[in-house]
């Protein structure tokens, strides 16, 4: 199962729409996540709109809170996407097997049974996460707690049976500063979380776009993009 | 995601499962958690139980699950009934557990005194072996599941939480989490319980202390930092041995934390005198040594 969270606190503002970008990671079969921090997290600011329509694009969840709350929110989020990929994943395979309607209708010892499956696959499966953190200027006051919210985040990924792994991007980044930059690549190791930002240096623009476009190159595992496949189902990518 | 089970019922009313046709009467509320809510209701015998509600139907299948699986010495099953209900159209799980009738551990300390903390504790901690023996661990160990009824029986609520050894856990609570304080893995396993329980003995006792600890930013909190907290506050003096063992997770076998906390019961007196009335003890002991040198003083010559 492959995932991109992406932690931002404002409108991208240069580079490809990100709302595009997200979709196109959708129809590649990665969900993507957003998590706006807001100082304002009630307010209908043009930022809270972006991050609602990233994730409404890339198929995933998306909330906006103050930094404060940034650990428990992207635990939550981890949980519940992870386990609602698998009920989708189980139910089309009931739907093909048994032409149940909906598994809410099952009676309740099949549910039961329904549900131990699900529990298993979400303990045994293999889960990447691609952590994607802007970094622009009015996000380096908060970059600490984003980084004690990644190890908070891996330590639960850890405990997981299945193999479970992140890797942590940041934009903007790279010689013009229009894209995304990897500050760690695939590991459970919670000792590479620490000094995660520490030479991170913050600039000015937020190229959001681009850098979800690399990161999902990255996730993809592919150097150079090619054409979109449509024979693609939807779940191919999640290794379930 | 807003759900009409989330809301929170009003009294009187009425569920009917759809599957057993059971009649419950809500009394009132309580308890509001992450994965439902906690309703004490009236069955059609009128007696008291505990039902739990939740728009999430696989969490709650998934908790059932488990309990279902669990073996009580006393010969009780732990779910009473499960079952479903529509509310406005929408599909609600419940299950129905005992109605425990007590208020939570911290709160009983602080009311009837410490004295309390070894018996209750040693009730606490054989509950929990009931689990570990059977390859489950509670997980989510905190004073508010922790409830004292009357002669102080003591019983552990809200088994939600409860995982198999070596699983990721499902629930914690931060201030008693092991994961929290940077001193080990989030995996259902003993160890983590007896970390949580000594986290509710040391927030019985030294509560503010322990705020002031869990505040401080994600860094500067550790392991070594609980266990210099352990070793500074006089209170814990007689907790100490336990807590040094129960924090490292140094106890092996199952039955070894529950000897270590009986060893205690030996000693004369758990909690140390306060600590004012001690030190009022030595300054008049040390007066009364400085007017005895003086009255030979006077004398001798």
Same mark, same amino acid.
Request: hydrophobic share 45%; aromatic share 8%.
């Given at each position: 199962?492959k ?9 991208s503002?240069c580079g490809?729409?990100p709302?595009?970008a997200?979709?196109q ?5 990665i969900?993507v996540?957003?998590?706006g921090?807001?100082?304002?997290e ?15 694009a ?10 404060r ?29 048994f032409?149940?309607p ?6 309740p ?6 549900v ?5 696959l ?31 985040l891996?330590?639960n ?8 792994e992140?890797?942590v991007?940041h ?10 930059g990897?500050l760690?690549?695939?590991?459970s190791?919670?000792?590479a979380v620490?000094?995660?930002?520490a ?10 776009g ?5 990161v ?8 150079v ?14 290794v379930? | ?6 809301l929170?019922?009003?009294e009187k009313?009425?569920i ?7 009649r419950y ?10 994965n ?10 009128g007696?008291?139980?505990?039902l739990k ?5 696989q969490v709650?299948?998934?908790?059932i699950n488990v309990?279902?699986t669990?073996?009580f ?5 732990y ?12 599909l609600?799980?419940?299950?129905v557990m005992k ?7 911290r709160?009983?300390?602080q ?8 018996p ?13 023996l059977?390859g489950?661990?509670?997980?989510? %160990?905190?004073a508010?599941?922790? #409830?004292? =009824?009357?002669?102080?029986? *003591? ?8 995982? &198999? ?14 994961g929290?304080w940077?001193a080990g893995?989030r995996?259902a396993?003993a160890?983590y ?16 202390s322990?705020?002031q600890l869990?505040?401080?930013p994600?860094g500067?909190?550790? %392991?070594?930092?609980?266990?210099? #907290?352990v =070793?500074q506050?006089?209170? *814990?003096?007689?907790l ?5 063992? &129960? ?5 092996g076998?199952l039955d070894?934390?529950?000897?270590a906390?009986q060893s205690?019961r030996?000693q004369?007196?758990?909690m140390?005198?306060?600590?004012s009335?001690s030190s009022?003890l030595?300054i008049?002991?040390?007066c009364?040594?400085?007017l ?9 010559p």
């Amino acid at each position: 199962m492959k995932q991109i969270l992406l932690l931002t606190d404002g409108c991208s503002n240069c580079g490809m729409n990100p709302v595009a970008a997200a979709a196109q990671a959708y129809s590649d079969g990665i969900t993507v996540n957003v998590i706006g921090i807001l100082d304002d997290e009630h307010g209908e600011s043009e930022g809270a709109r972006e991050v609602a329509e990233i994730a409404a694009a890339g198929g995933g969840m998306s909330r906006n809170v103050h930094v404060r709350r940034l650990s428990q929110t992207m635990q939550m989020m981890t949980q519940q996407t992870v386990a609602h990929t698998i009920q989708q994943v189980v139910n089309r395979q009931l739907q093909q097997v048994f032409g149940q309607p909906q598994m809410e209708q099952l009676a309740p010892q099949k549910k039961a049974a329904v549900v131990q499956v699900m529990d298993e696959l979400q303990e045994t499966s293999g889960l990447r996460i691609a952590l994607l953190v802007d970094s622009s200027l009015s996000m380096k006051a908060k970059l600490k707690t984003v980084q004690e919210a990644i190890a908070d985040l891996l330590l639960n990924l850890r405990a997981r049976r299945g193999k479970s792994e992140i890797c942590v991007f940041h934009f903007p980044a790279g010689s013009d500063g229009q894209g995304a930059g990897l500050l760690l690549d695939w590991t459970s190791d919670l000792a590479a979380v620490q000094r995660l930002f520490a030479d991170v240096q913050s600039r000015g623009v937020t190229p959001t776009g681009n850098a979800l476009l690399q990161v999902l190159d990255y996730v993809l595992a592919r150097r150079v993009q090619p054409a979109v496949n449509e024979e693609r189902g939807l779940w191919s990518e999640y290794v379930v | 995601m807003s759900s009409w089970c989330q809301l929170l019922l009003r009294e009187k009313t009425i569920i009917r499962g759809k599957w057993h046709g059971n009649r419950y009467e809500i009394v009132r509320a309580l308890g509001k958690g992450a994965n439902g809510n906690v309703y004490l209701v009236k069955t059609a015998d009128g007696s008291k139980r505990a039902l739990k509600i939740s728009a999430e139907w696989q969490v709650l299948q998934s908790e059932i699950n488990v309990l279902q699986t669990l073996h009580f010495s006393n010969g009780h099953r732990y779910v009473l009934d499960a079952d479903e209900f529509e509310l406005a159209g929408e599909l609600c799980a419940f299950y129905v557990m005992k109605w425990v009738d007590g208020c939570d551990l911290r709160t009983y300390v602080q009311h009837h005194g410490r004295d309390w903390l070894v018996p209750l504790g040693t009730q606490m901690l054989r509950q929990l072996r009931e689990l570990h023996l059977q390859g489950y661990a509670f997980c989510d %160990l905190k004073a508010e599941n922790v #409830l004292v =009824e009357r002669h102080g029986r *003591l019983q552990l609520i809200d088994y939600g939480g409860v995982t &198999a050894f070596g699983r990721s856990l499902r629930q914690y609570t931060e201030q008693t989490d092991r994961g929290f304080w940077r001193a080990g893995e989030r995996i259902a396993s003993a160890d983590y319980d007896w970390f949580a329980f000594a986290m509710i003995c040391i927030d019985c006792i030294v509560p503010k202390s322990l705020q002031q600890l869990a505040a401080k930013p994600h860094g500067e909190r550790s %392991l070594a930092t609980l266990l210099q #907290l352990v =070793e500074q506050e006089t209170a *814990l003096v007689a907790l100490r041995p336990f807590l040094r063992g &129960a924090l490292r997770g140094r106890f092996g076998s199952l039955d070894s934390a529950l000897v270590a906390w009986q060893s205690m019961r030996r000693q004369t007196t758990v909690m140390p005198l306060p600590k004012s009335f001690s030190s009022w003890l030595k300054i008049t002991f040390a007066c009364s040594i400085l007017l005895f040198i003086c009255t030979i003083l006077y004398v001798i010559p």
